[in-house]
């Protein structure tokens, strides 16, 4: 599956919100069940950040970033050489199709990208994969569980069309919620299940960045949503001067729900 056949559109300021991650936080729920020596998966490792961290912890065992997107996976590349970790490679992968023999890894670790797949089949890959006894961190969010002030129709509109766009191409825009019971119908084990949230305008300077990319992937992904008849070019217009002028708001505040799961394999 390429970012093409699921309609996917990543600007260049999507990839740096991406890159501000780090396991220390998108990944705390999960850091207290790896050690050393484990072998790791990162399934969906975007410009590969958090899968960097996780080498680290888990050296010196080989850690596998897979990503749909050829230029993600260029800048986890260059990301993990600038950082001097060697027991980390990345490469092209399907979550839906992995390219691993059954039994592969000891832990898998998956972030932010089950909601935009058929569910079932990508837990479903990541039980293959595990060696028995092997251990899943899963960490989806939840479109249902935003938290935006000043409220801003125009910004709530946006998600709005984002879940409705996941839901088209046969994802969840509740994955946060939704995703434990996919776990245990594939047969993982004693979840252990949590929430949290994301603060996108922690800074002025956060806040501008995640404005600035929120009416990028907006613009970039225009014509696509116009074509499906939800939107048409002069409301795309006003919905991100409507965002640029929220996003210079002293008073801005916007959070991201995600629902967290460590399980495993029998």
Not at 65 to 81: K, M, S
Not at 115 to 142: M, T
Not at 189 to 209: F, G, H, M, P, Q
Request: glycine share 10%.
């Amino acid at each position: 599956m390429t970012d093409e056949q699921v309609g996917m559109v990543y600007p260049p300021e999507f990839s740096d919100f991406l890159f501000s991650r780090r396991a220390s936080r998108q990944a705390a729920f999960f850091l207290p069940y790896l050690r050393s020596g484990m072998t790791l998966l990162d399934a969906g490792c975007g410009p590969g950040s958090i899968t960097v961290d996780l080498a680290e912890i888990v050296a010196p065992a080989q850690v596998i970033g897979v990503d749909i997107n050829e230029e993600h996976l260029n800048l986890a590349t260059r990301y993990a050489h600038v950082r001097g970790v060697e027991n980390v490679r990345f490469q092209p992968g399907d979550l839906t199709e992995l390219a691993f023999t059954d039994g592969s890894f000891e832990a898998v670790f998956v972030h932010g990208v089950i909601e935009y797949l058929n569910a079932e089949r990508a837990f479903s890959e990541i039980y293959r994969v595990l060696k028995p006894g092997g251990v899943v961190g899963a960490r989806h969010g939840d479109f249902g569980g935003f938290l935006i002030s000043p409220e801003n129709p125009e910004l709530i509109e946006s998600f709005e069309l984002v879940s409705r766009f996941l839901t088209h191409i046969g994802g969840d825009p509740h994955c946060g919620r939704n995703q434990f019971a996919v776990m245990r119908k594939v047969g993982f084990i004693n979840l252990k299940v949590s929430a949290s949230y994301d603060c996108w305008t922690e800074t002025r300077e956060a806040a501008r960045a995640a404005t600035q990319w929120m009416v990028k992937t907006g613009l970039d992904s225009a014509d696509m949503l116009i074509a499906l008849g939800w939107t048409d070019r002069s409301q795309v217009e006003a919905r991100n001067l409507a965002i640029r002028t929220w996003g210079e708001n002293e008073d801005a505040f916007a959070a991201e729900a995600w629902g967290e799961a460590v399980a495993w394999k029998p």
